[in-house]
Nanobody
Framework: QVQVAESGGGLVQPGGSLRLSCTAS????????VRWFRQAPGKQREWVAT??????TTYTDSVKGRFTVSGNAKDTVYLQMNTLKPEDTAVYYC????????WGQGTQVTVSS
């Protein structure tokens, strides 16, 4: 089993920055990739970024050049979010992938003046 927890959300003005953290515990040796998702009010959950154990990263088009995922894709992964926009407002979730998928509880990010 793997337990996942996100932290670092909050309220930020447009153009500002936040760094989210995703911490995994338990049987972390089985994790092969960590992915970030987000869900805005009234919308479906969408994939944001991925980092693999090998260090490969991929991003959805809307965050390329603004968000950076880093970490060891094992016990700690970060999502650095710069130049935030109101449309980035959502609950952000971390998911650890191994034999199964393991979700965190989410952290709220609100971008507003």
């Amino acid at each position: 089993q793997v337990q996942v927890a996100e932290s670092g959300g909050g309220l930020v003005q447009p153009g500002g920055s936040l760094r989210l953290s995703c911490t995994a515990s338990g049987n972390i040796a089985i994790i092969t990739a960590v992915r970030w998702f987000r869900q805005a009010p009234g919308k479906q959950r969408e994939w944001v970024a991925t980092i693999t154990r090998a260090g490969s990263t991929t991003y959805t088009d809307s965050v390329k050049g603004r968000f950076t995922v880093s970490g060891n894709a094992k016990d700690t992964v970060y999502l650095q979010m710069n130049t935030l926009k109101p449309e980035d407002t959502a609950v952000y979730y971390c998911r650890a992938d191994g034999r199964n998928t393991y979700w965190g509880q989410g952290t709220q990010v609100t971008v507003s003046s």
